[in-house]
């Protein structure tokens, strides 16, 4: 008891501490994973392993199949970012929904969408999760995107952020989109990681407590 007690007020002081200097803070930014799938994998099975994982932690899904290709490309095509926005890009690019709007999934063969909001009144986050499939004659690109804004309003917040992530170790939003990476491995064990970006994503190490903790046994 007493080890936990000066453990959360070790947590309080330097969070106080801190945050002495600066009293608000506001990030926005993006995460993405690549994974390739081999063409022996049935399609409806890519595609439900791709819903499935997002719906782990995303709500208010929205899919949208087109028809597949009849005859398949030699490469596949990719997600292309458009700045529908023009001069008011600066303001989509402090939110996450519009950030994900601009990227045009629409020359996928299925793509999927939800979104997820979490936090308490000091600390609010909100995410928008994307995944989108491009078959071609090798088998099929898998893209997996994370959209998020992280708010952190006066000292609460930052109490409230740094005890999370000294008990997680790591920073939320980039878990999240590790656990959904996870997901679809499990249910593709074929698929390949290509790529991640930030590259810090390769050093999240999913463990039994943020698996039951953070939405993996949902």
Not at 127 to 135: D, E, F, R, S, T
Request: proline share 5%; aromatic share 10%; hydrophobic share 40%.
């Amino acid at each position: 008891m007493k080890k936990t007690l000066l453990f959360v007020l070790s947590v309080l002081f330097l969070a106080i501490t801190g945050c002495a200097v600066t009293d608000n803070q506001v990030s926005t930014k993006k995460a993405r994973v690549i994974y390739f799938v081999p063409k022996t994998v049935d399609s409806e099975k890519v595609k439900q392993a791709l819903y499935d994982a997002i719906s782990l932690r995303a709500k208010d899904m929205k899919e949208v199949e087109n028809f597949m290709p009849e005859t398949l490309p030699q490469t596949p095509s990719r997600p292309v970012r458009k700045n529908i926005f023009g001069a008011l890009n600066t303001i989509a690019a402090g939110n996450p929904k519009l950030e994900a709007t601009q990227l045009d999934t629409t020359n996928a063969w299925y793509s999927v969408e939800g979104s997820e909001e979490m936090g308490t009144p000091f600390n609010r986050q909100y995410v928008v999760y994307k995944g989108a499939i491009y078959p071609y004659k090798d088998g099929y690109k898998v893209y997996i995107y994370e959209f998020y804004q992280e708010g952190v309003d006066g000292i609460m917040g930052h109490i409230t952020k740094a005890v999370a992530e000294s008990i997680s170790g790591e920073k939320a939003p980039l878990l999240f989109i590790a656990q959904i990476s996870n997901r679809f491995k499990e249910k593709i064990p074929e698929a390949k990681l290509e790529n991640v970006s930030p590259t810090s994503l390769k050093k999240i190490k999913l463990n039994l407590w943020n698996k039951g903790n953070l939405g993996l046994d949902k």
